[in-house]
Protein backbone atom coordinates (compact mmCIF):
# COMPACT_ATOMS: atom_id res chain seq x y z
CA UNK A 1 0.00 0.00 0.00
CA UNK A 2 1.27 3.70 -1.21
CA UNK A 3 1.75 5.73 1.88
CA UNK A 4 2.74 9.08 1.97
CA UNK A 5 3.86 11.30 5.33
CA UNK A 6 4.52 15.00 5.07
CA UNK A 7 6.03 16.87 7.80
CA UNK A 8 7.88 20.12 7.99
CA UNK A 9 4.59 22.68 8.01
CA UNK A 10 4.01 25.68 9.92
CA UNK A 11 3.74 29.15 11.22
CA UNK A 12 6.16 31.61 9.05
CA UNK A 13 6.53 35.17 8.70
CA UNK A 14 6.48 36.52 5.25
CA UNK A 15 9.49 36.59 3.77
CA UNK A 16 10.72 33.47 5.48
CA UNK A 17 11.62 30.25 4.40
CA UNK A 18 10.48 26.69 5.12
CA UNK A 19 11.18 22.72 3.92
CA UNK A 20 8.43 20.01 4.07
CA UNK A 21 9.59 16.62 3.81
CA UNK A 22 7.17 13.31 2.57
CA UNK A 23 8.51 10.29 3.57
CA UNK A 24 7.10 7.42 0.75
CA UNK A 25 6.78 3.49 1.71
CA UNK A 26 4.67 1.14 -0.09
CA UNK A 27 6.04 1.40 -3.87
CA UNK A 28 9.61 1.89 -5.52
CA UNK A 29 10.39 5.43 -5.01
CA UNK A 30 12.76 5.26 -7.25
CA UNK A 31 10.68 5.10 -10.20
CA UNK A 32 8.28 7.08 -9.87
CA UNK A 33 7.45 11.33 -10.59
CA UNK A 34 6.54 12.81 -7.68
CA UNK A 35 4.35 16.10 -7.36
CA UNK A 36 3.95 18.85 -4.89
CA UNK A 37 0.25 19.86 -5.35
CA UNK A 38 -1.66 22.71 -2.45
CA UNK A 39 -5.02 23.45 -1.31
CA UNK A 40 -5.89 27.09 0.21
CA UNK A 41 -7.93 25.87 2.94
CA UNK A 42 -11.51 25.81 1.67
CA UNK A 43 -10.82 26.69 -1.93
CA UNK A 44 -9.30 24.25 -4.95
CA UNK A 45 -6.23 22.81 -5.84
CA UNK A 46 -3.30 24.34 -7.24
CA UNK A 47 -0.02 21.53 -8.44
CA UNK A 48 3.02 23.14 -7.40
CA UNK A 49 5.43 21.32 -8.75
CA UNK A 50 7.28 18.03 -9.72
CA UNK A 51 10.46 15.85 -10.11
CA UNK A 52 11.56 13.34 -12.18
CA UNK A 53 12.48 9.72 -10.69
CA UNK A 54 16.15 9.36 -12.07
CA UNK A 55 17.77 12.54 -13.69
CA UNK A 56 16.28 14.30 -10.75
CA UNK A 57 14.61 17.19 -13.19
CA UNK A 58 12.32 19.36 -12.22
CA UNK A 59 9.12 21.29 -12.92
CA UNK A 60 7.18 24.49 -11.23
CA UNK A 61 4.38 26.45 -11.65
CA UNK A 62 4.47 30.17 -12.52
CA UNK A 63 3.51 31.21 -9.08
CA UNK A 64 6.50 29.78 -7.41
CA UNK A 65 9.50 29.39 -9.79
CA UNK A 66 12.20 30.55 -8.31
CA UNK A 67 11.30 30.27 -4.81
CA UNK A 68 10.24 26.82 -4.34
CA UNK A 69 12.87 23.93 -5.39
CA UNK A 70 11.98 20.62 -5.25
CA UNK A 71 14.50 17.67 -4.46
CA UNK A 72 14.39 13.97 -3.73
CA UNK A 73 16.41 11.25 -2.03
CA UNK A 74 15.91 7.95 -3.36
CA UNK A 75 18.43 5.98 -0.83
CA UNK A 76 15.39 7.50 1.88
CA UNK A 77 12.69 7.45 -0.15
CA UNK A 78 11.97 10.81 0.95
CA UNK A 79 10.57 14.18 -0.94
CA UNK A 80 11.64 17.60 -0.34
CA UNK A 81 10.37 20.94 -0.47
CA UNK A 82 12.47 24.09 0.28
CA UNK A 83 10.47 27.01 0.43
CA UNK A 84 12.00 30.91 0.40
CA UNK A 85 10.44 34.44 -0.16
CA UNK A 86 7.45 32.94 1.64
CA UNK A 87 4.36 35.13 0.63
CA UNK A 88 0.67 34.79 2.49
CA UNK A 89 -0.83 33.66 -0.59
CA UNK A 90 1.46 30.59 -0.44
CA UNK A 91 -0.56 29.98 2.85
CA UNK A 92 -2.34 26.49 1.69
CA UNK A 93 -2.26 22.85 3.23
CA UNK A 94 0.54 21.43 1.21
CA UNK A 95 0.61 17.48 -0.16
CA UNK A 96 2.94 15.05 -2.11
CA UNK A 97 1.36 13.46 -4.65
CA UNK A 98 2.90 9.96 -6.45
CA UNK A 99 2.26 9.66 -10.02
CA UNK A 100 1.95 5.57 -10.47
CA UNK A 101 2.98 5.74 -14.11
CA UNK A 102 3.42 8.11 -17.04
CA UNK A 103 0.79 11.12 -16.67
CA UNK A 104 -0.68 12.14 -13.61
CA UNK A 105 -0.67 11.51 -9.60
CA UNK A 106 -2.63 8.80 -7.95
CA UNK A 107 -2.37 8.65 -4.22
CA UNK A 108 -1.63 11.38 -1.80
CA UNK A 109 -0.46 11.89 1.48
CA UNK A 110 -2.55 13.89 4.38
CA UNK A 111 -1.04 17.13 3.83
CA UNK A 112 1.06 19.65 6.15
CA UNK A 113 -0.31 23.05 6.36
CA UNK A 114 1.68 26.33 6.00
CA UNK A 115 0.85 29.47 7.32
CA UNK A 116 2.43 32.43 6.35
CA UNK A 117 1.71 35.29 8.64
CA UNK A 118 2.25 39.11 7.33
CA UNK B 1 -2.05 31.27 -21.18
CA UNK B 2 -4.06 28.30 -21.64
CA UNK B 3 -6.35 27.08 -18.87
CA UNK B 4 -8.08 24.40 -17.79
CA UNK B 5 -12.25 24.53 -17.92
CA UNK B 6 -14.54 23.15 -15.59
CA UNK B 7 -18.23 23.92 -15.05
CA UNK B 8 -18.80 25.87 -11.86
CA UNK B 9 -22.04 24.01 -10.75
CA UNK B 10 -23.42 20.93 -11.77
CA UNK B 11 -27.11 19.27 -10.17
CA UNK B 12 -27.93 15.68 -10.47
CA UNK B 13 -30.64 13.73 -8.92
CA UNK B 14 -30.45 10.79 -6.91
CA UNK B 15 -29.88 7.72 -8.35
CA UNK B 16 -29.17 9.97 -12.18
CA UNK B 17 -26.13 10.19 -14.34
CA UNK B 18 -24.13 13.19 -14.52
CA UNK B 19 -21.13 13.96 -16.59
CA UNK B 20 -18.69 16.64 -15.79
CA UNK B 21 -16.49 18.07 -18.50
CA UNK B 22 -12.71 19.55 -18.08
CA UNK B 23 -11.60 21.30 -21.26
CA UNK B 24 -8.86 23.68 -22.53
CA UNK B 25 -9.68 27.74 -23.06
CA UNK B 26 -7.49 27.07 -26.51
CA UNK B 27 -7.48 23.53 -27.98
CA UNK B 28 -8.57 20.17 -27.48
CA UNK B 29 -7.72 17.39 -24.37
CA UNK B 30 -7.00 13.84 -25.37
CA UNK B 31 -5.08 11.16 -23.77
CA UNK B 32 -1.91 12.49 -23.95
CA UNK B 33 -3.02 15.41 -21.33
CA UNK B 34 -3.36 12.54 -18.86
CA UNK B 35 -6.56 13.72 -17.81
CA UNK B 36 -7.48 13.01 -14.27
CA UNK B 37 -10.10 13.91 -11.59
CA UNK B 38 -10.29 14.19 -8.00
CA UNK B 39 -12.92 14.53 -5.64
CA UNK B 40 -12.38 16.91 -2.55
CA UNK B 41 -14.31 16.61 1.39
CA UNK B 42 -14.01 19.22 3.80
CA UNK B 43 -11.36 18.25 6.53
CA UNK B 44 -10.12 15.37 3.62
CA UNK B 45 -6.50 14.97 1.32
CA UNK B 46 -8.04 14.86 -2.16
CA UNK B 47 -9.25 11.45 -3.16
CA UNK B 48 -8.54 10.17 -6.59
CA UNK B 49 -11.44 9.14 -8.75
CA UNK B 50 -9.82 8.08 -11.96
CA UNK B 51 -6.27 9.28 -13.67
CA UNK B 52 -4.74 8.66 -17.19
CA UNK B 53 -8.04 9.47 -18.60
CA UNK B 54 -10.12 5.98 -17.95
CA UNK B 55 -7.83 4.32 -14.88
CA UNK B 56 -10.11 4.01 -11.69
CA UNK B 57 -8.40 4.32 -8.77
CA UNK B 58 -8.00 1.63 -5.88
CA UNK B 59 -11.26 1.23 -4.44
CA UNK B 60 -13.00 3.68 -6.56
CA UNK B 61 -16.80 1.89 -7.59
CA UNK B 62 -17.50 1.70 -11.19
CA UNK B 63 -20.13 4.11 -11.01
CA UNK B 64 -17.18 6.42 -11.89
CA UNK B 65 -15.82 6.12 -15.32
CA UNK B 66 -13.74 8.70 -17.00
CA UNK B 67 -13.47 9.45 -21.29
CA UNK B 68 -12.41 11.81 -23.73
CA UNK B 69 -16.38 13.09 -25.35
CA UNK B 70 -15.58 15.22 -28.28
CA UNK B 71 -12.61 17.90 -27.48
CA UNK B 72 -13.09 17.42 -23.47
CA UNK B 73 -12.34 15.17 -21.10
CA UNK B 74 -15.24 13.51 -18.88
CA UNK B 75 -16.26 12.51 -15.62
CA UNK B 76 -19.49 10.36 -15.68
CA UNK B 77 -21.10 9.14 -12.41
CA UNK B 78 -23.66 7.04 -12.92
CA UNK B 79 -26.59 6.22 -10.28
CA UNK B 80 -25.56 9.31 -8.09
CA UNK B 81 -25.71 9.25 -4.33
CA UNK B 82 -25.75 11.83 -1.85
CA UNK B 83 -22.43 11.60 -0.35
CA UNK B 84 -21.49 12.51 -4.01
CA UNK B 85 -22.04 15.70 -3.26
CA UNK B 86 -18.85 17.21 -2.92
CA UNK B 87 -16.42 19.68 -5.39
CA UNK B 88 -14.92 17.36 -8.30
CA UNK B 89 -11.22 19.22 -9.95
CA UNK B 90 -9.81 17.71 -12.60
CA UNK B 91 -5.64 18.21 -13.70
CA UNK B 92 -4.52 17.82 -17.30
CA UNK B 93 -0.83 17.64 -18.23
CA UNK B 94 0.24 20.65 -20.33
CA UNK B 95 3.64 20.01 -21.90
CA UNK B 96 7.04 20.13 -20.66
CA UNK B 97 6.43 18.90 -16.74
CA UNK B 98 3.77 21.02 -16.25
CA UNK B 99 0.57 20.40 -14.97
CA UNK B 100 -2.51 22.49 -14.31
CA UNK B 101 -6.00 21.96 -12.44
CA UNK B 102 -9.36 23.01 -13.38
CA UNK B 103 -11.09 25.53 -11.09
CA UNK B 104 -13.69 22.57 -10.01
CA UNK B 105 -17.44 21.70 -9.82
CA UNK B 106 -19.37 21.32 -7.56
CA UNK B 107 -21.80 19.01 -7.51
CA UNK B 108 -25.20 18.59 -5.87
CA UNK B 109 -27.47 15.74 -5.51
CA UNK B 110 -30.69 16.63 -4.77
Known amino acids: EVQLLESGGGLVQSGGSLRLSCAASGFIFSRCVMSWVRQVPGKGLEWVSAINPSDGGTFYADSVRGRFTMSRDNSKSTLYLQMTSLRAEDTAIYYC???????????WGQGTLVLVSS | QTVVTQEPSFSVSPGGTVTLTCGLSSGSVSTGDYPSWYQLTPGQPPRTLIYNTNTRSSGVPDRFSGSILGNKAALTITGAQADDESDYYCVLYMGSGIRMFGGGTKLTVL
Open chain 1, 97 to 107: AQHPTTGNFDS
